[in-house]
């Protein structure tokens, strides 16, 4: 696959998109907590990997750790950008006050208020540490695949991600996400995403894809 990549096939990198853009958005939808903006990240991970094919290292190994680091990469450009605009926001004027429509729409924004409620746990995390534990933890990358994609040392992988589990550990109310914090010692060694339900629910959002 990697051969074909750097090649420029079109089908190959018709066969990464279907393989790799679901595991690329849920990476950028948990470091930005925003779905419009993780499609955005998605789409220019995709473009940026097509524009970049030839610096893809030889192997055999699956491009998924490629993508991811691409895809961090865009994720702190689109955070840096939306400190930018509130910045400007908050140098105008305050809007008019409106009524209050929150009785509701309180069932629609469900998923929203959850998964506000787990980036603000996750903002008490170092930059460094949020990205190694999405990469190990929900992407399912292990060790070596999570240094690829990062261009870090993998014992650097290993010291982040267990300072972001101890501090987890503290600030998150949420048993199941304690449970993942504490009882996965190791990332999975199998590659792609992981299934399981309980990991799932340590980002207690419905992910949606277009």
């Known amino acids: 696959m990697r051969e074909r990549l ?20 849920r990476h950028a939808l948990r470091l930005t907590g925003d779905w419009s903006t993780a499609e955005e990240v998605m789409s220019d991970t995709f473009l940026a990997a097509w524009q970049g094919r030839e610096r893809l ?20 450009n689109a955070r840096r950008g939306l400190r930018r605009r509130l910045a400007f926001l908050a140098r105008q004027p305050s809007p008019a006050a409106v009524a209050d429509f929150a009785p509701e729409t309180v069932r629609r924004i469900d998923d929203a208020r959850r998964l506000a409620a787990v980036q603000e746990a996750l903002r008490h995390l170092r930059r460094q540490e949020r990205q190694v534990l999405s990469l190990c933890v929900w992407a399912g990358l292990d060790y070596r695949q999570a240094a690829e994609a990062l261009g870090v ?6 010291s982040r991600l267990s300072r972001a589990r101890r501090k ?23 590659r792609g995403e992981v299934t399981s339900t309980a990991a799932f629910t340590a980002l207690p959002v419905r992910e949606e894809t277009t």
């Not at 750097?6 to 958005?25: D, H, I, P, Q, T």
């Open 168 to 190: 987890l550990a503290r600030l998150v109310d949420d048993v199941e996400i304690v449970e993942i914090v504490e009882k996965r010692t190791e990332p999975r060694a199998a």
């Open 6 to 25: 750097r090649a420029g096939e079109r089908e190959a990198f018709a066969e990464l998109y279907e393989r790799c853009a679901r595991s690329v958005y």
């Open 153 to 158: 040392p993998v014992g650097t992988v290993r």
């Open 57 to 76: 290292t030889e192997g055999a190994g699956s491009p998924l750790p490629w993508l991811l680091g691409i895809a961090t990469h865009k994720c702190e």
